[in-house]
């Protein structure tokens, strides 16, 4: 897997004080999307242990509330793969950190069997993540007063309960 770009003390793409990281890869292709370039799987740089390390230790201090992940796409099947590993690292040691995690496949896309992004790490990689923005990025439902989202079609999403409840469930603060 390659990224594009890491944020650290990051405030917009997630409550409070983050480490964010750009993934490369999207086939989603959203019109008007912010950052296309990251559609190419091999732009950016290679995501090395040397990589997560960085990221691990950007966490550490006490005022750094979590991960978030986006891109690209990290719900790509290839993106998943590489993720799920350094997304156990990132628990492991910090398992008072939340992950945030922006996808443009929805939730029902990433339960349903069959559907483009759903491979063998799919609910693994899920069950790790707090809150999923997940949704396409449509340009007639762009709104910049959301919270967090481009359009209003996109939702926040409690993972957790809603994965244990069995019925969506939305974020709030």
């Not at 993540?129 to 079609?153: A, M, P, T, Y």
């Amino acid at each position: 897997m390659n990224y594009c770009n890491i944020k650290y003390c990051d405030v917009a793409n997630g409550e409070g004080v983050r480490t964010t990281l750009f993934v490369s890869g999207c086939t989603n292709r959203c019109e008007e999307c912010f950052q296309p370039e990251t559609w190419d799987f091999h732009y950016g740089e290679p995501f090395t242990p040397e990589v997560e390390d960085r990221i691990l230790e950007s966490l550490k201090p006490f005022y750094v509330n979590g991960l978030t992940l986006l891109g690209g796409e990290p719900f790509e099947p290839s993106n998943q793969r590489a993720l799920v590993r350094f997304v156990q690292r990132v628990r492991e040691t910090y398992p008072e950190k939340n992950v945030w995690c922006f996808t443009g496949f929805t939730l029902e896309e990433l339960l349903r069997e069959g559907s483009h992004p759903r491979c063998e790490v799919t609910d693994e990689l899920l069950s790790m993540i707090d809150v999923l923005v997940d949704g396409r990025f449509v340009k007639e439902l762009k709104d910049i007063s959301l919270r967090f989202r481009g359009s209003s079609n996109q939702r926040l999403i409690n993972l957790p309960r809603t994965l244990r409840e069995g019925r969506l469930l939305l974020w709030e603060s």
